[in-house]
């Protein structure tokens, strides 16, 4: 099946799970707190910086403080709607939402100083893809900042994976942080940092850089 045709299914349970989801990561508050806290380590004030598969918008209106510019966007539309209204609660006026697949991005190469894949890679059915459409937009000293759900790390987390995948969650690939790793050296990037975080859900927040670039000073 093409893979814009498995996207364009897989919006369509994201779009019925959109309210649920936003309150999920309301009640998820501690994880999210720590994946902030690093996230924002990794950016400076005069970053423009992408988050792909935003879900309803949590990261980028809890960093879009510290930044220059935000583009999010999201393969649902229900999602993008959810995270529109939060961006109005917060006030938030440097985030632009929209709804775009990951597998094709409107950005020029080159666009980003960041791009956040938060949670997206394992639900991805071609994450390598996802990958190096980020690496495109990214500019050549940029930073990819990818936590991401890590289903084969312990016997605990294997058994959500498979109640997720049994009650109709899309989860395509159950990393480990070294399957997660290599798969993202494999893509072109040169990791920087890998770490565990270990909340209900073991997360491992890779960040990493174009392969071959030099961190500016
Ligand atoms: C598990 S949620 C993560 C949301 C957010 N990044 C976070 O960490 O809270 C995954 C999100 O990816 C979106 N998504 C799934 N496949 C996508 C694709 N091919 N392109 C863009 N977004 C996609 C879903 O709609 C959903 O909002």
Redesign the pocket.
Known sequence: MPKTMT?DR??IF?DSAAKRYDRQ?KRLAAMYDEMVRRILQELAPGDNVLD????TG??PLRICHAVSRLEA????RE?IAVARDNAKLRGARNVTFSVH???NLPFRDGTFDAVIV???LH??EHPADVLAEARRVLKADGRLIAPTYVGRESVRARIFSWVLKRTGHPVYTRFTSRSLRALIERSGFDVADQALLKNILPVSFIVARKAGATPEG
Request: glycine share 8%; aromatic share 8%.
């Open positions: 996207a897989d919006a994201w990561t792909v598969g935003t879900g949590e990261i966007v999201d393969a649902s999602m697949n990951s597998y938060s949670n997206l639900i991805v």
